[in-house]
């Protein structure tokens, strides 16, 4: 049986968010925060430039000149979108399924890519709020399945053999095999990931 604590520390040990996330989430809570400072940091990260850069001159924005410069593109696609767009990123690998998993990671990466893009649709057209935070809430809601896949993957293999959903929720099946649940353990990433 697993705390919650105990498997962020294993999973953290495996998997970190990756500096140049962190980092940029740390730049965009900041009032002090520079464009120049933004730049050095998103540069380091050559995957993450050709996706900001790609994004800003897609068709989803219009405009009518090709922008090549970091700067000129964190403008345009503004703080919480780039916030999203870099933690898709580094959460991307972690999704990646492995070989003899029996727990797919690539399912789960599109339910949560699902719930994102719901999220964000529901806080704009039913509340009219800007949706961006809640996409990130979507993305990110089953991270704790992940961190258990890897640390206790045994012990959640199990949980989903007992899971019936017209019982219980899968938590109580969580708690009964592993000892915590994937809330609990996302909760705990995300704190010490910095995110809000």
Known sequence: MFESDEIVKKFSDLKT????AIRVTQLIGSEEATMQEFEEVIKLDPILVTRLLRLVN?????LSNQVDSIAKA?????MKHLRN??????????FKDRED??????????HCATVAILCEMIAKRIFGLPGEDF????IIHDIGLIAEDQVAGDFLRKACEAYRPAEN??????????GTDHCRVGVSLIRGWGLP
Request: no cysteine; proline share 6%; hydrophobic share 50%.
């Open 17 to 20: 968010m990756p500096h140049v």
């Open 58 to 62: 897609s068709p989803y924005f219009g």
């Open 74 to 78: 964190v403008v345009f696609v503004g």
């Open 85 to 94: 767009l870099v933690a898709v990123e580094a959460l991307r690998d972690m």
């Open 101 to 110: 998993s029996g727990f797919s990671r690539r399912s789960l990466w599109l």
């Open 135 to 138: 996409f990130l809430a979507g």
């Open 169 to 178: 929720p899968l938590v109580e099946y969580e708690r009964e095999h592993i």
